[in-house]
């Protein structure tokens, strides 16, 4: 087994929190997608439960027994970043309240998970699969910047956009890493 493989133990601790992100992007992503036109104080509060309910499946992830104590310590700060935008957004429900908190705390989150993927990637195998949701959250903070006269469809279909790219990434990791438990035996074959 290569150095940095990931052990049938570790893919079956790992497979369920990666599912749970992956799940919440998803939803995420297709919220914004039939829902054409939401207010902006009713996104605040879905940017705000989003940052939430995914910092919370991040927090799992990051407090299991085999993930490394600098990843912990990386973790622990994405979902404070997280929890700070998710306490700005209740409070300034605007269209300019959802660009500067929910993009700072995406470009925040998205640049401490680029950091940990540095890191560990090559003594870490979980840690292979956060490049790309943290370039993509990187770059939802960015576009709700960049792009100019933002009403809350465009803030809406910036970050659901970004969020499905997140779920495909984080699905097919999570399923993969459930494969590879239930393959290798891992933890009663990944609680059938």
Do not use: C
């Amino acid at each position: 087994m290569p150095a940095n493989a990931i052990s049938a133990d570790l893919a079956a601790a790992y497979w369920k929190p990666t599912l749970y992100r992956g799940v919440l992007a998803a939803a995420f992503g297709l919220t914004s997608v039939f829902w054409a036109d939401p207010p902006a104080g009713t996104l605040a509060w879905i940017f705000a439960l989003f940052l939430v309910v995914t910092g919370v499946a991040v927090r799992r992830m990051a407090m299991l027994e085999e993930t490394p104590s600098a990843a912990k310590g990386y973790w622990a700060l994405v979902v404070v970043a997280w929890l700070i935008g998710a306490i700005a957004l209740v409070f300034l429900g605007t269209a300019s309240g959802l660009i500067w908190a929910g993009g700072l705390a995406w470009i925040v989150g998205g640049l401490l998970q680029l950091l940990a993927w540095f890191k560990l990637r090559t003594t870490f195998g979980p840690a292979r699969d956060w490049l790309v949701p943290a370039v993509v959250e990187i770059g939802i903070g960015a576009g709700l910047f960049i792009v100019p006269g933002l009403d809350a469809h465009g803030i809406f279909g910036i970050a659901g956009g970004g969020q499905i790219v997140v779920a495909v990434f984080t699905l097919i990791a999570g399923f993969g890493l459930l494969f590879d438990a239930r393959r290798r035996g891992g933890v009663a074959a990944a609680d059938r």
